[in-house]
Nanobody
Framework: QVQLVESGGGLVQAGGSLRLSCAASGRTFDHYVMGWFRQGPGKDREFVAAVSESGGRTGYLDSVKGRFTISRDNTKNMVYLQMNSLKPEDTAVYYC????????????????WGQGTQVTVSS
């Protein structure tokens, strides 16, 4: 079992930055691929970024490449999403998720989810 708790969301102006954090419980954090997903108003949940168990591989949604950076610290059971140059279309609830069995960017493949944190970008 893994419990995930996100933090760091808020209201920011376009062009600004936020750093989301996700704290994970459990002793086998480094056995999980970690991902960030988001769900905007009236939209389906979509993949944003993922990082492999060791941190050596990352993947991103095309629209956030070059603006967002995912990272993890396995000594602290933490995963982060640094978001720069934010745009109004980035407004969404952001979710942290964990997957036990290897790399995936599909939300249905992830086993554990946090409660989400709201990010609102004003124009």
């Amino acid at each position: 079992q893994v419990q995930l708790v996100e933090s760091g969301g808020g209201l920011v102006q376009a062009g600004g930055s936020l750093r989301l954090s996700c704290a994970a419980s459990g002793r086998t954090f480094d056995h999980y691929v970690m991902g960030w997903f988001r769900q905007g108003p009236g939209k389906d949940r979509e993949f944003v970024a993922a990082v492999s168990e060791s941190g050596g591989r990352t993947g991103y949604l095309d629209s956030v490449k070059g603006r967002f950076t995912i990272s993890r610290d396995n000594t602290k059971n933490m995963v982060y999403l640094q978001m720069n140059s934010l745009k109004p279309e980035d407004t969404a609830v952001y979710y942290c998720a964990a997957r036990r069995l290897g790399w995936s960017t599909g939300s249905f493949d992830y086993d554990y989810w946090g409660q989400g944190t709201q990010v609102t970008v004003s124009s």
